[in-house]
């Protein structure tokens, strides 16, 4: 939300986009400042694809393991990134099963 914002979009736009209202996209674009600002690494590292995807740099896709990622998570938020990667189909053994 924060990079559709840097090009000016008004926030009622950018929340039709993601089926959200104005509130809420302020209030992501707010904490995506907040863990830039505060060198948040781990919020760096799971937004970075996305701001390649956006980009149009996101080449090749890297391979996750969801058994590896369970294995390796420590928070809630880390929970809700594997969440959002499953439903994106993100990774390789789901992409495989058939």
Not at 17 to 44: C, Q
């Amino acid at each position: 939300m924060a990079e559709l914002r840097a090009l000016n979009l008004p926030f009622q736009s950018i929340g039709e986009y993601f089926n959200r209202d104005h509130a809420t996209v302020m209030h992501n674009i707010k904490l995506h400042n907040w863990s830039v600002e505060s060198g948040d690494i781990y919020y760096m590292t799971v937004i970075q694809s996305d701001i390649e995807e956006l980009q149009g740099n996101a080449h090749v896709k890297k391979m996750r393991f969801l058994r590896d990622e369970i294995l390796k998570c420590k928070s809630y938020n880390q929970l809700k990134t594997i969440k959002r990667r499953v439903l994106r189909n993100e990774y390789e053994e789901l992409l495989s099963v058939e």
